[in-house]
């Protein structure tokens, strides 16, 4: 069993940046992948990063690649997501999500946070 906790979010102008962080609580924690998801008013939760359990992997949806950085502490449990040169289109609500593979597939992810929100003004 893992709980997820973010936090980090918050409302920044375009081109900003914000560093969300996840807590998870678990002795299981370093075995599992965990990654971001975010979901904007009317769309669906989509992927945008992943890290594997030792740190080694990592994956991006294109639109972040660059500009996003995933990076977690298994000493800390925890999980965080670096986020430069933000634009309006990365509003959304998001979500820490573990996994026992580093893959895009939200149906994968077992456990979920509540979600914190990031809102980019133009």
């Known amino acids: 069993q893992v709980q997820l906790v973010e936090s980090g979010g918050g409302l920044v102008q375009a081109g900003g940046s914000l560093r969300l962080s996840c807590a998870a609580s678990?002795?299981?924690?370093?075995?599992?992948?965990l990654g971001w998801f975010r979901q904007a008013p009317g769309k669906e939760r989509e992927f945008v990063a992943v890290i594997n359990w030792s740190g080694a992997v990592t994956y991006y949806t294109d639109s972040v690649k660059g500009r996003f950085t995933i990076s977690r502490d298994n000493a800390k449990n925890t999980v965080s997501l670096q986020m430069n040169t933000l634009k309006p289109e990365d509003t959304a609500v998001y979500y820490c999500?573990?996994?026992?593979?580093?893959?895009?597939?939200?149906?994968?992810?077992?456990?979920w946070g509540q979600g914190t929100q990031v809102t980019v003004s133009s």
């Open positions: 678990g002795r299981t924690f370093s075995s599992y992948c």
């Open positions: 999500a573990a996994a026992l593979l580093p893959v895009t597939v939200r149906g994968e992810y077992r456990y």
